[in-house]
Protein backbone atom coordinates (compact mmCIF):
# COMPACT_ATOMS: atom_id res chain seq x y z
CA UNK A 1 0.00 0.00 0.00
CA UNK A 2 1.48 3.69 -0.83
CA UNK A 3 2.51 5.74 1.44
CA UNK A 4 -0.63 9.00 1.80
CA UNK A 5 0.17 12.34 1.45
CA UNK A 6 -1.21 15.57 1.18
CA UNK A 7 -0.28 18.44 -0.88
CA UNK A 8 -1.41 21.58 -0.01
CA UNK A 9 -1.14 23.51 -3.40
CA UNK A 10 -0.39 22.00 -6.68
CA UNK A 11 3.64 21.96 -7.03
CA UNK A 12 5.05 21.80 -10.92
CA UNK A 13 3.79 19.27 -13.31
CA UNK A 14 6.90 17.15 -13.38
CA UNK A 15 7.18 17.37 -10.01
CA UNK A 16 3.17 16.12 -9.11
CA UNK A 17 3.78 13.01 -11.83
CA UNK A 18 7.32 12.19 -9.88
CA UNK A 19 5.14 12.12 -6.70
CA UNK A 20 2.01 10.09 -7.99
CA UNK A 21 4.30 7.35 -8.59
CA UNK A 22 5.37 7.06 -5.63
CA UNK A 23 2.29 7.80 -2.72
CA UNK A 24 -1.20 7.77 -3.16
CA UNK A 25 -1.56 11.88 -3.37
CA UNK A 26 -4.51 13.83 -2.06
CA UNK A 27 -3.49 17.32 -3.56
CA UNK A 28 -5.53 20.83 -3.22
CA UNK A 29 -7.57 21.10 -5.98
CA UNK A 30 -8.09 24.88 -6.15
CA UNK A 31 -5.61 27.58 -7.23
CA UNK A 32 -5.57 29.32 -3.65
CA UNK A 33 -3.90 28.89 -0.20
CA UNK A 34 -5.93 26.30 1.81
CA UNK A 35 -7.72 27.41 4.79
CA UNK A 36 -6.95 26.05 8.49
CA UNK A 37 -9.79 23.64 8.26
CA UNK A 38 -9.08 22.24 4.64
CA UNK A 39 -5.68 21.71 5.98
CA UNK A 40 -6.56 20.04 8.68
CA UNK A 41 -9.07 17.92 6.99
CA UNK A 42 -6.30 16.96 4.26
CA UNK A 43 -3.63 16.13 6.82
CA UNK A 44 -6.46 13.94 9.01
CA UNK A 45 -6.53 11.38 6.10
CA UNK A 46 -2.78 11.31 5.06
CA UNK A 47 0.37 10.39 6.76
CA UNK A 48 2.39 12.87 5.10
CA UNK A 49 2.05 16.54 5.00
CA UNK A 50 3.49 18.45 1.87
CA UNK A 51 2.83 22.16 2.37
CA UNK A 52 4.11 25.59 1.51
CA UNK A 53 4.94 28.69 3.32
CA UNK A 54 1.66 30.46 2.46
CA UNK A 55 0.19 27.79 5.08
CA UNK A 56 0.87 28.81 8.72
CA UNK A 57 1.55 24.74 10.36
CA UNK A 58 0.31 25.39 13.76
CA UNK A 59 0.35 23.24 16.78
CA UNK A 60 -3.56 22.10 15.63
CA UNK A 61 -2.52 21.21 12.47
CA UNK A 62 0.56 19.03 13.64
CA UNK A 63 -1.57 17.65 16.54
CA UNK A 64 -4.92 17.00 14.52
CA UNK A 65 -3.49 13.52 12.94
CA UNK A 66 -1.64 11.08 15.46
CA UNK A 67 -0.49 9.08 12.71
CA UNK A 68 1.26 11.93 10.86
CA UNK A 69 4.78 10.96 9.97
CA UNK A 70 6.50 13.84 9.08
CA UNK A 71 5.93 17.80 7.44
CA UNK A 72 7.73 18.37 4.09
CA UNK A 73 8.08 21.99 3.50
CA UNK A 74 8.49 22.66 0.10
CA UNK A 75 10.56 26.12 0.78
CA UNK A 76 13.89 26.24 2.69
CA UNK A 77 12.50 28.99 5.13
CA UNK A 78 10.48 26.96 7.75
CA UNK A 79 9.27 30.14 9.81
CA UNK A 80 5.41 29.21 9.23
CA UNK A 81 6.20 26.26 10.98
CA UNK A 82 5.91 25.35 14.74
CA UNK A 83 9.03 23.15 14.74
CA UNK A 84 9.21 23.25 18.82
CA UNK A 85 5.70 21.58 18.19
CA UNK A 86 6.94 19.13 15.67
CA UNK A 87 9.75 18.11 17.78
CA UNK A 88 7.78 17.59 20.50
CA UNK A 89 5.44 15.38 18.93
CA UNK A 90 8.32 13.30 17.27
CA UNK A 91 7.45 14.55 13.54
CA UNK A 92 10.05 14.99 11.58
CA UNK A 93 10.29 18.56 9.59
CA UNK A 94 11.98 18.94 6.32
CA UNK A 95 13.04 21.73 4.17
CA UNK A 96 14.70 22.69 0.49
CA UNK A 97 18.20 24.38 1.24
CA UNK A 98 20.83 24.51 -1.29
CA UNK A 99 19.35 24.19 -4.90
CA UNK A 100 16.81 27.30 -4.55
CA UNK A 101 20.68 29.20 -3.23
CA UNK A 102 21.85 30.44 -6.65
CA UNK A 103 18.21 31.47 -7.90
CA UNK A 104 17.22 33.61 -5.03
CA UNK A 105 21.34 35.37 -5.16
CA UNK A 106 20.52 35.91 -9.20
CA UNK A 107 17.17 37.36 -7.56
CA UNK A 108 19.16 39.63 -5.37
CA UNK A 109 20.90 41.52 -7.76
CA UNK A 110 17.98 42.09 -10.11
CA UNK A 111 16.49 43.80 -7.68
CA UNK A 112 19.93 45.55 -6.74
CA UNK A 113 20.13 46.67 -10.39
CA UNK A 114 16.21 47.22 -10.93
CA UNK A 115 16.74 49.75 -8.19
CA UNK A 116 20.00 51.37 -8.24
CA UNK A 117 19.49 51.84 -12.25
CA UNK A 118 15.70 52.67 -11.87
CA UNK A 119 14.81 49.95 -14.63
CA UNK A 120 10.82 49.45 -13.86
CA UNK A 121 10.48 53.13 -13.88
CA UNK A 122 12.52 53.53 -17.29
CA UNK A 123 10.46 50.47 -18.92
CA UNK A 124 7.51 52.33 -17.68
CA UNK A 125 8.48 55.48 -19.33
CA UNK A 126 9.65 53.73 -22.43
CA UNK A 127 6.75 52.00 -23.29
CA UNK A 128 3.99 55.27 -22.05
CA UNK A 129 5.92 57.29 -25.07
CA UNK A 130 7.75 59.35 -22.91
CA UNK A 131 11.12 58.66 -25.05
CA UNK A 132 11.42 61.42 -27.09
CA UNK A 133 15.36 61.71 -27.05
CA UNK A 134 18.38 61.26 -25.12
CA UNK A 135 19.01 63.42 -22.46
CA UNK A 136 22.07 63.92 -19.86
CA UNK A 137 19.65 63.95 -16.90
CA UNK A 138 17.06 61.50 -17.49
CA UNK A 139 16.21 58.95 -15.15
CA UNK A 140 19.83 59.02 -13.46
CA UNK A 141 20.74 56.28 -11.01
CA UNK A 142 23.06 55.10 -9.09
CA UNK A 143 26.01 52.69 -9.88
CA UNK A 144 26.69 49.47 -8.35
CA UNK A 145 30.61 48.49 -9.63
CA UNK A 146 32.55 49.27 -7.01
CA UNK A 147 30.39 50.02 -4.47
CA UNK A 148 29.96 48.89 -1.17
CA UNK A 149 27.92 45.68 -0.71
CA UNK A 150 26.15 44.96 3.25
CA UNK A 151 25.46 40.86 3.50
CA UNK A 152 23.34 40.83 6.38
CA UNK A 153 22.63 36.86 7.06
CA UNK A 154 26.23 35.58 5.45
CA UNK A 155 24.64 31.70 5.25
CA UNK A 156 24.66 30.30 2.05
CA UNK A 157 22.50 32.90 -0.09
CA UNK A 158 24.18 35.34 1.36
CA UNK A 159 27.50 33.77 0.17
CA UNK A 160 25.68 33.32 -3.21
CA UNK A 161 25.48 36.96 -3.53
CA UNK A 162 28.77 38.06 -2.28
CA UNK A 163 30.12 36.26 -5.17
CA UNK A 164 28.35 37.67 -7.70
CA UNK A 165 29.76 40.91 -6.01
CA UNK A 166 33.31 40.63 -6.93
CA UNK A 167 32.45 40.99 -10.45
CA UNK A 168 31.56 44.28 -9.69
CA UNK A 169 34.60 45.03 -7.96
CA UNK A 170 32.34 45.69 -4.89
CA UNK A 171 33.94 45.70 -0.97
CA UNK A 172 31.81 43.42 0.96
CA UNK A 173 30.70 43.50 4.20
CA UNK A 174 29.28 40.74 6.59
CA UNK A 175 28.86 40.83 10.08
CA UNK A 176 27.40 37.47 11.08
CA UNK A 177 29.65 35.99 13.97
CA UNK A 178 30.18 32.92 12.39
CA UNK A 179 29.80 32.19 8.47
CA UNK A 180 32.16 30.51 5.68
CA UNK A 181 31.95 33.08 3.51
CA UNK A 182 35.57 33.99 3.14
CA UNK A 183 36.10 30.71 2.22
CA UNK A 184 34.55 31.80 -0.91
CA UNK A 185 34.85 35.59 -1.43
CA UNK A 186 36.99 38.62 0.37
CA UNK A 187 34.51 39.68 2.70
CA UNK A 188 35.18 41.96 5.69
CA UNK A 189 34.02 41.43 9.31
CA UNK A 190 32.29 44.47 10.84
CA UNK A 191 29.88 45.17 13.80
CA UNK A 192 26.24 45.54 12.28
CA UNK A 193 26.01 49.26 12.64
CA UNK A 194 29.21 49.72 10.41
CA UNK A 195 27.97 47.53 8.04
CA UNK A 196 24.43 49.76 8.17
CA UNK A 197 26.41 52.97 8.08
CA UNK A 198 29.28 52.20 5.59
CA UNK A 199 27.40 49.99 2.60
CA UNK A 200 26.10 51.13 -0.33
CA UNK A 201 24.09 48.06 -0.90
CA UNK A 202 22.11 46.01 2.26
CA UNK A 203 20.97 42.67 0.96
CA UNK A 204 19.41 40.61 3.96
CA UNK A 205 19.94 36.73 3.91
CA UNK A 206 18.73 35.90 7.40
CA UNK A 207 15.93 33.47 8.73
CA UNK A 208 12.42 34.67 10.13
CA UNK A 209 13.15 33.89 13.94
CA UNK A 210 12.33 36.14 16.95
CA UNK A 211 15.78 37.27 17.22
CA UNK A 212 15.93 38.70 13.80
CA UNK A 213 12.07 40.46 13.68
CA UNK A 214 12.20 43.80 12.56
CA UNK A 215 16.29 43.37 12.79
CA UNK A 216 15.80 46.65 9.94
CA UNK A 217 13.71 49.28 12.17
CA UNK A 218 13.72 52.89 12.39
CA UNK A 219 17.59 52.85 14.51
CA UNK A 220 19.32 50.73 11.83
CA UNK A 221 16.96 52.35 8.38
CA UNK A 222 18.61 56.23 10.11
CA UNK A 223 22.60 54.67 10.64
CA UNK A 224 22.39 53.84 6.48
CA UNK A 225 23.66 56.27 4.15
CA UNK A 226 21.06 58.45 2.45
CA UNK A 227 22.02 57.26 -1.00
CA UNK A 228 21.55 53.37 0.29
CA UNK A 229 19.65 50.51 -0.97
CA UNK A 230 18.19 47.84 0.99
CA UNK A 231 17.14 44.39 -0.46
CA UNK A 232 15.26 41.73 1.19
CA UNK A 233 14.87 38.86 -0.22
CA UNK A 234 14.47 36.74 2.91
CA UNK A 235 11.56 37.70 4.84
CA UNK A 236 9.22 40.35 4.94
CA UNK A 237 9.28 40.26 8.99
CA UNK A 238 12.60 41.34 9.02
CA UNK A 239 12.17 44.66 8.15
CA UNK A 240 9.69 47.23 9.71
CA UNK A 241 7.90 48.20 6.68
CA UNK A 242 6.33 51.12 8.26
CA UNK A 243 9.39 52.49 9.34
CA UNK A 244 10.75 51.95 6.08
CA UNK A 245 7.92 53.35 4.29
CA UNK A 246 8.81 56.33 6.17
CA UNK A 247 12.76 55.88 5.57
CA UNK A 248 12.04 56.23 1.50
CA UNK A 249 9.42 59.04 1.94
CA UNK A 250 11.88 61.24 3.76
CA UNK A 251 14.84 60.09 2.01
CA UNK A 252 16.64 58.81 4.82
CA UNK A 253 17.62 56.43 2.30
CA UNK A 254 17.33 55.98 -1.28
CA UNK A 255 15.35 52.85 -2.81
CA UNK A 256 14.77 49.55 -2.00
CA UNK A 257 14.23 46.36 -3.74
CA UNK A 258 11.52 44.22 -1.89
CA UNK A 259 10.78 40.81 -3.09
CA UNK A 260 8.50 39.70 0.64
CA UNK A 261 6.52 42.12 2.91
CA UNK A 262 5.74 42.00 6.14
CA UNK A 263 1.91 40.83 5.86
CA UNK A 264 1.93 38.92 3.03
CA UNK A 265 0.49 39.15 0.70
CA UNK A 266 -0.96 42.30 1.66
CA UNK A 267 1.14 45.17 0.37
CA UNK A 268 0.48 48.39 2.19
CA UNK A 269 -0.59 51.28 -0.22
CA UNK A 270 2.20 53.69 0.67
CA UNK A 271 4.94 51.10 -0.09
CA UNK A 272 2.61 50.77 -3.82
CA UNK A 273 3.01 54.70 -4.52
CA UNK A 274 6.77 55.41 -3.75
CA UNK A 275 9.00 55.43 -6.73
CA UNK A 276 11.83 54.77 -5.27
CA UNK A 277 10.56 50.81 -4.81
CA UNK A 278 11.14 47.79 -6.92
CA UNK A 279 8.45 45.02 -5.87
CA UNK A 280 8.25 41.35 -6.65
CA UNK A 281 5.69 39.09 -5.19
CA UNK A 282 8.18 36.91 -3.93
CA UNK A 283 9.95 34.83 -6.42
CA UNK A 284 12.69 34.54 -6.12
CA UNK A 285 13.05 31.05 -6.11
CA UNK A 286 10.76 31.31 -9.05
CA UNK A 287 12.90 29.52 -11.72
CA UNK A 288 11.21 26.63 -13.49
CA UNK A 289 14.44 24.78 -12.86
CA UNK A 290 14.07 25.33 -9.35
CA UNK A 291 10.80 25.19 -8.25
CA UNK A 292 11.19 21.64 -10.12
CA UNK A 293 14.54 20.85 -7.88
CA UNK A 294 12.74 22.32 -5.09
CA UNK A 295 10.16 19.97 -5.82
CA UNK A 296 12.21 16.78 -5.88
CA UNK A 297 13.81 17.62 -2.73
CA UNK A 298 10.75 17.83 -1.02
CA UNK A 299 9.82 14.53 -2.87
CA UNK A 300 13.78 12.75 -1.43
CA UNK A 301 12.36 14.07 1.71
CA UNK A 302 9.10 12.53 2.16
CA UNK A 303 10.05 9.39 0.33
CA UNK A 304 12.98 8.92 3.62
CA UNK A 305 9.69 9.51 5.99
CA UNK A 306 7.45 6.72 4.36
CA UNK A 307 10.54 4.50 4.64
CA UNK A 308 11.35 5.41 8.26
CA UNK A 309 14.30 6.67 7.37
CA UNK A 310 16.51 10.26 8.41
CA UNK A 311 15.40 12.35 5.70
CA UNK A 312 18.70 14.19 4.06
CA UNK A 313 17.12 17.57 4.70
CA UNK A 314 16.03 17.60 8.19
CA UNK A 315 14.82 20.16 10.59
CA UNK A 316 14.47 19.50 13.56
CA UNK A 317 16.86 16.25 13.02
CA UNK A 318 17.11 15.76 17.16
CA UNK A 319 14.05 13.58 16.93
CA UNK A 320 16.42 10.67 15.37
CA UNK A 321 18.60 11.11 18.43
CA UNK A 322 16.24 10.81 21.38
C1 LIG B 1 11.21 30.86 -0.20
O1 LIG B 1 10.97 31.94 0.28
C2 LIG B 1 11.72 29.76 0.57
O2 LIG B 1 11.91 29.86 1.79
O3 LIG B 1 11.95 28.70 -0.06
C1 LIG C 1 19.66 29.45 3.02
O1 LIG C 1 19.65 28.56 2.16
C2 LIG C 1 20.86 30.13 3.53
O2 LIG C 1 21.55 29.51 4.35
O3 LIG C 1 21.17 31.25 3.13
Known sequence: MKTKIFVTRKLPEQVMKQLNNSFEVNVNP????????EIVTGTKKCDILLCLLTDKIDEDIITCNKQLKGIVNYAVGINNIDVKCATRENIPVTNTPGVLTETTADMAWALIFSTARRIVEADNFTRKGKFKGWSPTLLLGADVYGKTLGIVGAGRIGTAVAKRATGFN?????????SVIEKTVSAKKVEFKTLLKKSDFVSLHVPLLPQTRHLIGERELKIMKNTAILINTSRGPVIDEKKLVIALK?????????????????????????KNVVLTPHTASASAETRIKMGLIALENALSISQNNRPNQIVNGEIYEK
Open 30 to 37: YDRVLTKE
Open 170 to 178: MDILYSDEI
Open 250 to 274: ENIIAGAGLDVYENEPEISNDLIEL
